[in-house]
């Protein structure tokens, strides 16, 4: 049997059909990539790197103090909200200078994520952030607050100062102190361990904004690194983290409750970062790449952190 052809307006009104339904999967496959590259554009603007390592130093440090599982995994959460809280204040903060400056890593600048979603975004990991700490006790919170605050002062301000570097000196200086008091019940901090915090916050700042001196110069952004120069801003970062590994080891030899074998334990994790330290150095001296340096900290703050874990010292006074 021959088939019986289709009429013109037949064969017209079936091939607009098929162009409306392609046309209808195109656009409802370009918003879903949409949404799915504003997700993925939201959460590199938030610094996944250092967001993600200072979550887990204290999810490290919490296992050293002994919180047990329930409160580790909750000051963590709290952690990890309070760092994506200043990291994306910070971008939200430089959006207008990244663009100035050209930078490609930087979605909020590029307009791949819009101002309104970034300051919901903001919002509410910040109310997390301090909501989550509080439920740890009242002293856990102030202590984080006191780190959550430090990070909005740079951002807001004190980044384009001589004063830059004392936002992390208090931030990472209470750190410890979230930790320990974030126990049941709650114990201060060891003073050395403080010690630590701070001139690790000092090696953090320093070592994440070398790669970027040139570009923070051009739109006014002239903070302690900057001043210094990248030779000595560099030296400055690693003769602290060399600080931190010394403190950390006067601390162990001082702490008259571990056994020779847990003291061990803990300068072995000393003796790594002071290392480290000197590598760092080196490296800085000899002027190759900087985007390794801040890199280089992390790992030391972790060996440093988990030999502590290792050593069972409370970190407490």
Known sequence: MV?????????????????????????????????GSSVVALARSTHPGPT???????????????????????????????????????DLVDAARDRQVGRRDKPLALGLVSTSTAVAAVTVVTVLAVGLTFVLGWAAGVAHLVFLASGWAYNLGLKRTAWSAVPFVVGFGALPAVVTLAAAPPAAPAAWALVVG????????????????????????????????????????????????????????????????????????????????????????????????????????????????LAGTALVA
């Open 198 to 309: 701070a001139a690790f916050g000092v090696a953090i700042h320093f070592t994440n904004v070398l790669p970027d001196l040139d570009d923070d110069a051009r739109t006014g952004v002239v903070g302690l690194p900057h001043r210094l120069g990248r030779l000595r801003a560099g030296l400055v970062a690693f003769a602290a983290l060399g600080t931190a590994a010394v403190v950390t080891a006067g601390g162990l030899l001082l702490d008259g409750s571990l056994t020779p074998v847990r003291t061990g334990a803990g300068l072995v994790g000393s003796v790594a970062a002071f290392v480290l330290s000197v590598v760092g150095a080196r490296l800085v001296r000899r002027g190759g790449a900087t985007r390794g340096l801040f890199r280089l900290v992390i790992a030391a703050a972790l060996v440093l952190v988990a030999s502590l874990a």
């Open 52 to 90: 993600v390592a200072v979550t887990v130093l204290s999810v490290v440090l919490a296992a050293a103090v002994g919180l047990g599982v329930g409160r580790t995994l909750l000051l963590g959460a709290a952690v990890l909200a309070g760092q994506l809280s200043i990291g994306l204040s910070n």
């Open 3 to 35: 088939p019986r052809r289709l009429s013109p307006h037949l064969l017209q009104g079936f091939a607009s059909d098929q162009r409306s339904g392609a046309s209808s999967s195109g656009q409802a496959a370009t918003v879903t990539g949409s949404n």
